[in-house]
């Protein structure tokens, strides 16, 4: 197999322009202006690959891994991203709507209370050995790492859906 | 030299006579072709026979008679069949000089015959009639009403699991003899204390010649010290309520234990079944409908599931009770259980009369539920196309007529059954009648005491009970053993693609591909018909020709969906029969028409082929297919879950996908079913560029319906009626002027017409989304 791989650059540096657009550079020299770092896996292994595409969707460079960067580029990388991504993290269910789908789940996150609908039970799906994904009716993620964490009444709203 | 060929032992015994007669000395059979329909195709035997000097055909009807012809007057003869009918026909340089007609099933013989014939015209030997006839082992299945031995089948699971149903079986026993004791100790209670008791009281009553004062004092005095002391009641009825604790736990227990059991086994009886599903070959699938399958897999075995947990048990404990109570009631009074027991022949002969009009109507039953699941396996996945010709009032109508006749069914089955079972009862009553009556004659002769009477009425009022529910068992007992049937037939499938008994291990092939006189036959078709073809490892063929010329069948051939009728493929010189399946498919990527994606994420179904690959290699895979890119623009990336009820991707998406999959195990034998035929041309060219990774090295056989997609094949195959019609680069066959230049004009012609049209196509296929 002969995969024609774009440039894998660890030595690359990240820094933002004055339109906050992020500005990468790879080993070669090149700058690319406004590029978006994505999260090859974003559940399964999110310090794993990262792909730089520009606006247009093409990959510009990738990454193997996080651990490759030097740490300060790594922390910006890292900070940036949190920028990008929101996917809250659900400490408590407080209420789940009886009655036929949609439900109205209301919750506790790491990020303040809020209320979503789940639309149908394939919105929630395991993660790992103990976590859980659920998916809002507007694509939004909410993550729940470990389901035994929660408390009992959170584990009992959960339980229909796993 | 004449190859090893047992013609004379194909001779039908009836015939046998005649033809050897009709042989001239050191005159040998060649070929044999045993006829099954006469020239008015009526069914009829009859015989074709070929010799290194004759064509013999020896005929029953209308009337016995011998024909020949010396082969020098014979100048050909072609064996032709179509729907199921064959026709041999023996030409002379002028004419027609004769014509046998057969039915399918003697079409191989035909064939050999008319090979053998054209082998001795070569002046060679015939080297035909040895192949091996392909027989469907998929055979028809049976139409038989479920019978209950297909129950005892059902050991076969429980085989491991012998120690729990002994456990079980032991508390069954310990649950029925304490059941046994209450009505038991009814007996003394009432022999010899209650009844003495009564009659002292009776006396003191009654006595004469005393006053009211000393009765009184009578009366207390029998009361303090009779017969039998008022004390040890307490004693009997301990024991009883001991009993029915004992029944209680023990039936506990049993429950226990049993359900466990037959949880287990309904278990395993679904992983096998699966498992067994997964062994059949494709030929299988196409025949049966999804829901069908779904059915036997999950109801039906949920349904021998509650069997043994609920009915066998119950029924295993009436049978152990009526046992034990017929024990006991003849222990008690011979003769008086003879009489009672009268009606128990009565209800036996109702049970088995009934039984078999039941296990038909239920067998019906079953088949009408697996209608219905068809229904909505059809119409669930088709959703889509139901939609959009509003067609959901009539699939509506569709399920309610599959639902109506269950409906049916059932009805009749229950009124049956409804009548069945309270002419159980009254046959019971009568039985109890008939044990009062002469039971009250016994006492009243003095043969039996009135003890006896009521212990042997409780008893008698337990046997018509566990009777009764024996009866009504039959109901749960005959669904069973339809159900198991249902699976058994299923489970007695042999796989028409079998594995080898002595397998060769493939380990990793070069791919050369090598197919020689490769014949096969759908039902009574024949879609492949004798090719033979070498395809070099990396070289790339593409299959040409009209619909059903036999593309896809071929491309089967190869993958061992099927095994050829006849002639056998060789890759790298072994024939691939010899290879284990699972072997042998690993060196083989596919890529359909249709890509199905399972529920899970992309990254999950990009390595079905190899779970073990590492994200990189996924990464490379999908890179290497374009499909990289788009992956990323979806909100999860590799992560995102497609799929039915997943994330929507494009076909073209889709194919993508499938392409990193094929291109993850690094086949050495490349299948392209069409794989660019769902998309329209700017998409075609994204995939082409993926598949241009793909094929680079290895053997590839493709078909494309769209010609332009086999511009880098370097041979082209065009298929007719099965047969290899023309073979060649673009530029020679165009040069040839044969059939797929043809093609080639008249795909580019409908390509400069399309521009025209496509707005319209556009607009219908939003429509639709």
Redesign the interface.
């Known amino acids: 197999?002969?995969?024609?791989?774009?440039p894998v650059a660890s030595a690359i540096a990240l820094r933002h322009d004055a339109f906050g657009r992020l500005v990468l550079t790879t080993a070669e020299g090149l700058e690319h202006v406004g590029v978006v770092p994505?999260?090859?896996?974003?559940?399964?292994?999110p310090s794993?690959?990262i792909?730089f595409?520009d606006e247009a969707?093409?990959?510009v460079c990738s990454l193997?891994s996080l651990d490759s960067l030097a740490a300060g580029t790594r922390a910006f990388l890292e900070a940036d991203l949190a920028r990008r991504e929101l996917v809250p993290v659900i400490r408590r269910i407080t209420r789940v709507s009886s009655g036929p789908e949609p439900t109205l789940w209301q919750v506790e996150t790491d990020r303040g209370e809020t209320s979503f609908q789940l639309p149908n039970e394939?919105h929630v799906?395991r993660l790992g050995a103990d976590g859980a994904l659920i998916t809002d009716s507007h694509?939004l993620?909410f993550r729940i790492p470990h389901v035994r964490a929660l408390d009992a009444r959170s584990r009992k709203f959960l339980e229909r859906y796993l | 030299m004449i190859a090893t060929f047992d013609a004379p032992s194909r001779v039908p015994e009836s015939l046998r006579g005649p033809l050897e007669a009709a042989l001239e000395p050191g005159e040998r059979l060649l070929a044999v072709l045993r006829l099954d329909l006469d020239e008015a195709l009526s069914f009829s035997e009859g015989l074709v026979a070929l010799t290194q000097r004759r064509l013999l055909a020896l005929r029953k009807a209308p009337e016995p008679r011998l024909e020949s012809w010396p082969l020098e007057s014979v100048a050909s003869v072609s064996a032709r069949d179509r729907a199921g009918l064959g026709s041999l026909e023996a030409f002379s340089e002028t004419g027609r000089l004769a014509c046998f007609r057969y039915t399918v099933a003697r079409a191989g013989e035909a064939k050999a015959l008319a090979e053998a014939f054209a082998a001795v015209r070569a002046g060679e030997a015939a080297a035909a009639g040895n192949r091996s006839q392909h027989e469907a082992p998929e055979a028809a299945e049976a139409e038989a009403p479920a019978r209950l031995g297909v129950l005892l089948r059902l050991l076969r699971f429980a085989r491991p699991h012998l120690k729990v149903l002994a456990l079980g079986v032991a508390l069954t026993l310990g649950t029925t003899a304490a059941g046994l004791v209450p009505p038991y100790v009814t007996w003394p209670l009432v022999d010899e204390i209650l009844a003495p008791y009564q009659n002292q009281v009776q006396q003191a009553r009654e006595a004469t010649g005393v006053g009211e004062a000393q009765r009184h004092e009578r009366l207390e005095q029998v009361r303090e010290k009779g017969a039998a002391p008022f004390s040890r009641v307490p004693w009997y009825l301990s024991a009883m309520l001991g009993a029915a604790l004992l029944a209680w736990a023990l039936g506990w227990a049993q429950g226990w234990v049993l359900a466990r059991l037959s949880e287990r086994v309904s278990a395993d009886l679904r992983n096998t079944t699966y498992a067994h599903l997964h062994k059949l070959s494709l030929e299988f699938f196409s025949a049966k409908r999804t829901g069908d399958l779904v059915s036997r897999i999950s109801s039906d075995t949920d349904r021998i599931c509650y069997f043994l947990s609920d009915t066998l048990m119950d029924f295993v404990t009436d049978l152990v009770m009526i046992a034990g109570v017929a024990a006991m009631l003849f222990y008690m009074d011979p003769v008086l259980a003879l009489v009672t027991l009268c009606s128990f022949p009565l209800v036996a002969f109702l049970t088995f009369r009934t039984r078999r009009r039941l296990s038909r109507g239920f067998l019906r039953g079953s088949r009408a539920w697996a209608e219905m699941t068809s229904v909505l396996a059809d119409t669930i996945p088709g959703i889509r196309v139901v939609k959009a010709f509003a067609q959901e009032r009539r699939e509506v109508q569709r399920f309610r007529a599959a639902n109506a006749r269950i409906v049916e069914v059932n009805d009749r089955v229950n009124r049956l059954w409804t009548f069945f079972w309270p002419m159980v009862a009254l046959v019971n009553q009568f039985g109890l009648i008939i044990a009062w009556a002469f039971g009250a004659w016994r006492v009243f002769d003095q043969q039996i005491t009135v003890g006896v009477l009521t212990a042997f009425l409780a008893y008698i009022g337990r046997f018509y009970a566990r009777l009764e529910s024996m009866t009504r068992m039959a109901n749960s007992t005959q669904r069973a053993a339809a159900s198991a049937q249902r699976i058994f037939e299923v489970l007695d499938r042999v796989p028409s693609v079998p594995e080898p008994a002595r397998p060769v291990q493939p380990g990793r092939l070069r791919g050369q591909i090598e197919l020689s006189g490769v014949s096969f036959r759908f039902g009574n078709r024949l879609v492949v018909d004798e090719v033979s073809l070498k395809v070099e490892p990396g070289e790339m063929i593409g299959l040409v020709g009209a619909t059903g010329a036999g593309k896809s069948t071929l491309l089967n051939l190869v993958c061992r969906f099927y095994d050829p009728t006849e002639g056998e493929i060789r890759v790298d010189g072994t024939d691939i029969r010899s290879f284990p399946l699972g072997a042998y498919r690993r060196n083989i990527g596919m890529v359909l028409q249709e890509p199905f994606l399972f529920y899970g994420?992309i990254?999950e179904n990009i390595a079905y082929g190899r779970p073990d690959a590492t994200?990189?290699e996924i990464?490379?895979?999908a890179?290497?297919a374009r499909a990289?890119?788009?992956?990323?623009?979806l909100?999860?990336?590799?992560?995102s879950?497609v799929g039915e009820?997943g994330q929507t991707l494009s076909g073209g998406e889709r194919q993508r996908v499938s392409i990193a999959r094929a291109?993850l195990i690094?086949p050495r034998i490349l299948i392209l079913d069409e794989a660019t035929s769902s998309v329209d041309t700017q998409t075609e060219r994204e995939i082409q560029e993926a598949l241009d990774?793909l094929i680079?090295g290895r053997t590839t056989v493709a078909i494309a319906h769209r010609l332009s997609t086999l511009r880098n094949a370097d041979r082209l195959v065009v298929l007719d009626r099965g047969r290899i019609a023309e073979m060649g680069s673009h530029q020679q066959l165009m040069e040839a002027e044969g059939i797929y230049a043809g093609l080639y004009r008249a795909q580019l012609r409908e390509e400069e017409g399309d521009c025209g049209k496509k707005p319209a196509t556009l607009v219908l296929r939003k429509e639709v989304a």
Do not use: K, W
């Open positions: 197999m002969s995969p024609p791989s774009r994505v999260r090859c896996f974003p559940f399964s292994d794993g690959a792909s595409c969707g093409h990959e193997g394939d799906r694509g993620h | 994420t990254s994200r990189e990464m490379a895979a890179r290497a990289h890119e788009f992956i990323l623009q909100p999860d990336g590799y992560d879950v009820r291109l690094d990774n680079r």
